[in-house]
């Protein structure tokens, strides 16, 4: 079973400049989750999705980040414009319930988009 | 906001010794998970634990869910380098996850 999908790796770009990173989730899996996670520190929630309707999206600066997710599928995350401190690793995943109980969901991670903003 | 803390932040001990991770919480989660994570790529589960006072085992690692479903710990026995990582709890609400600060544990050969 191939795994979470992640590009570009790494990113590097001036401030005030525009960002896009996808995601493609496992075959099947009807949740997918963007994260923002600073080095050394735990991911933080950015937006949730359930198939291509929007779930969770509280922590995430509307003011310069924006997500789609057409067809329930893939996913872009864009951030436009990029600040200093958006310098973080992005990480996408994915999660399927198991027996409806989501207290046995897990979420498989991808290798994630490592930004740098100068 | 983070819900979790998670103790120590940073961890550094020799090979074959023992350590603890702790994470707590002022709110209650159906369960908590524990990931690792190493260089470069995102965390992988370890474990789920969803009973208060539950105790799982996967080879030198014990985890513990606390009584009142607020809390868990993580025991590592003779540590190895290969454990070296971020260690990551994450409380489970529904169907949203809600991650600790993390832990980053090194450990010298």
């Known amino acids: 079973e191939a795994g979470v999908a992640q590009s570009p790796r790494y990113k590097i770009i001036e401030k005030r400049q525009s960002v896009a990173f996808w995601c493609n989730p496992i075959s099947g899996h009807a949740t997918l989750y963007w994260y923002q996670q600073i080095l050394g520190q735990g991911p933080k929630l950015l937006i949730q999705?359930?198939?291509?309707?929007?779930?969770?999206d509280s922590q995430l600066p509307k003011d310069r980040f924006s997500a789609e997710r057409l067809k329930g599928v893939d996913s872009t995350l864009k951030i436009q414009p990029a600040k200093l401190e958006d310098s973080a690793v992005y990480l996408c995943?994915?999660?399927?319930?198991?027996?409806?109980?989501?207290?046995?969901?897990?979420?498989?991670f991808g290798p994630g988009t490592r930004l740098t903003v100068l | 906001t983070q819900l979790l803390e998670q103790s120590p932040q940073f961890l550094s001990i020799q090979e074959g010794e023992n350590l603890t991770v702790y994470c707590n919480s002022s709110s209650v989660f159906s369960s908590l998970q524990w990931y690792r994570q190493e260089p470069g790529e995102g965390p992988v589960l370890l474990v789920t634990?969803?009973?208060?006072?539950e105790v799982k085992k996967l080879k030198r690692l014990t985890f513990q869910f606390g009584d009142a479903r607020k809390d868990s710990s993580l025991h590592i026995t003779a540590a190895q380098p290969g454990d070296t990582g971020l260690y990551l709890c994450?409380?489970?609400?529904?169907?949203?996850?809600?991650f600790g600060t993390g832990t980053s544990l090194t450990v010298i050969p």
């Open positions: 999705f359930q198939n291509n309707g929007v779930v969770d």
């Open positions: 994450a409380g489970v609400g529904g169907n949203q996850f809600y």
């Open positions: 634990v969803v009973t208060g006072g």
């Open positions: 995943a994915s999660s399927s319930l198991l027996a409806g109980y989501p207290g046995y969901n897990e979420q498989f």
